[in-house]
């Protein structure tokens, strides 16, 4: 089994930036991947970023050169900057971990708020 914590969510500005983290832990498994994916009020949820155990990336159009997705494979947590904030970008954003015996586990979310 494999917990998740997440932190780094909050209120700030049009413009601005937060910090994610999401730390993994748990005992005898390995990671394949890490991501963050997000929803806001009324709508799917969505991929936001992710990152493989080699350090391969992918991001959402709506965020690519505005956030950056990054990993500490020594300490199993998963990190996502995020700068020029919007208020599109206003939603519960969820950390998601897929490991090499196929599992799938997912964080509590964190709320992240982008005022006008």
């Known amino acids: 089994q494999v917990q998740l914590v997440e932190s780094g969510g909050g209120l700030v500005q049009a413009g601005g930036s937060l910090k994610l983290s999401c730390a993994a832990s748990?005992?005898?498994?390995?990671?394949?991947?890490m991501g963050w994916y997000r929803q806001a009020p009324g709508k799917q949820r969505e991929l936001v970023a992710t990152?493989?155990?080699?350090?391969?990336?992918n991001y959402a159009d709506s965020v690519r050169g505005r956030f950056t997705i990054s990993r500490d494979n020594a300490k199993n947590t998963v990190y996502l900057q995020m700068n020029s904030l919007k208020p599109d970008d206003t939603a519960v954003y969820s950390c998601?971990?897929?490991?090499?015996?196929?599992?799938?586990?997912w964080g509590q979310g964190t709320q992240v708020t982008v005022s006008s």
């Open positions: 998601n971990v897929k490991t090499t015996g196929w599992g799938d586990y």
């Open positions: 748990g005992s005898g498994f390995g990671i394949r991947a």
């Open positions: 990152i493989t155990s080699g350090g391969l990336t």
